[in-house]
């Protein structure tokens, strides 16, 4: 199998963005398919277990505001290390506590990701990071291959996870116990980024200004000029977030195991496939912006995977289910490194940081409201499925209120504003 040449021309700092995305959606990945599981197998309702997990989102939101506002002031690397370190500190806290307001506290400052995706500053700063040692014509191809390596670890990551809780409870360990080895895990792959992290070099940084020139850091959280745009597109990603909250990987395998009675092993099995379908649509993204727009692409692609959520609890059986699970996947990520790349070309590179991690902010804080609600609806089994219906109906109106909103919003870089003026040129052609 040979590497696509946007790869290869990857510098030393591009593969270790990539080798520490694929770890961290590993964790990611393997904690989101036990997570529930093991808080209510500590004795949590689910009720308490919705509560932890906004309060945990709403930590986050915290920590990478903080973070990343900051990352391209006081630098990227120094940043990400703090973030790795607070992430091992709340897997330790996890793994070791079954009080619920200890729970809270572990959860609230350090990083634990209940989703599967993305949480915490990492995502944020490790994309300016990556804009800055990839030239802007190949930024998309390459955050699409970006999002794909963060899919197939979490998709692996849920596989492990799942089959080895399994193992473990039948052979050696308590059900709580099989459980918390995923926990522990988690800290340890915290622990292993930091140490990646520390390797990374000053090219990744912000370059020096020229002589002459002014850096206005007194700006709001970092941005200057761009802040209109990134605070609408921060409110549009808040909305979007507050929608798939509902339904986080989390609470989708605790949704399968109390309709069907899913077992865990089965459970990683189903996502690590629909991870992988989700990796692998990502690779289209580029393609198809490169005919007609970042924008657009988001759109055409988001919005049928939005009403296939919807349909996946109107299924009878288990397998129309995870069918409707698996297509949904298929499509549902090709808006990702298109919305990264969009983010990344709208504002200038001493801004991208702050860009990415204000709207990274945005996404965190609407995730981090739902999963409450979502708790409170599965602790009544008549409403089980009703977090799927909210889901897609939010993130529906999510899209064409992007699409009314940024449509005709070019990006200033030149590549991109071709792309742009490509697909206009096709369209009024038509």
Known sequence: MTIP????????????????????????????????????????????????????????????????TRADRIGRRRMLIVGALLMAGAGLAFAGTHNFLLLVVAGTIGVISPSGHEVGPFLSIEQAALSHVVPSETR??????????????????????????????KAVMSTVNGYRVVVVAYAAFALLLAVLFAQLS?????????????????????????????????SLFALDSFGGGFVVQSFAAYWFYLRFGVNPATLGAIFFWANVLAGFSALLASRLASRIGLVQTMVVTHLPSNILLI?????????????????????????????????????SPEERSAAAGITGVARTTGAAISPLFAGLLFARPSLVSVPFFLA???????????????????????????????????SKAG
Not at 204 to 221: H, I
Not at 320 to 333: K, T
């Open 5 to 68: 040449g946007v790869l290869r021309s990857l510098t030393v700092d591009g593969w270790l963005l990539f080798l520490t995305r694929f770890f961290r959606l590993f964790a990611y990945g393997s904690l989101s398919v036990v997570l529930v599981f093991y808080l209510v197998s500590l004795g949590l309702t689910e009720s308490q277990t919705g509560l932890l997990l906004s309060l945990t989102l709403a930590g986050d939101v915290v920590v990478s505001l903080f973070l990343t």
């Open 392 to 426: 897609g109906g939010l993130k529906i109106v999510y899209d064409l209120l992007l699409y009314r909103a940024f449509a005709r919003v070019h990006p200033p870089e030149g590549s991109v504003n071709a792309m742009f003026r490509s697909a206009s040129g096709k």
């Open 202 to 234: 000053p090219a990744t940084e912000v370059r020096e200004a020229p002589r002459g020139a002014t850096r206005n850091w007194k700006t709001f959280l970092g941005v200057g000029q761009s802040h209109g745009v990134v605070l609408k597109l921060s």
């Open 140 to 169: 998309t191809e390459v955050f699409a291959w970006y999002t794909l390596a963060g899919s197939v670890a979490t998709a692996i990551g849920a596989l492990c996870a799942g089959a080895t809780t399994q193992v473990l409870q």
């Open 311 to 347: 349909l996946v609890p109107l299924m009878p059986t288990l397998s129309l289910a995870v069918l409707v699970l698996l297509v949904r996947f298929s499509i549902s990520q090709m808006d990702v490194p298109t919305r990264q790349s969009y983010t990344m070309a709208i504002v």
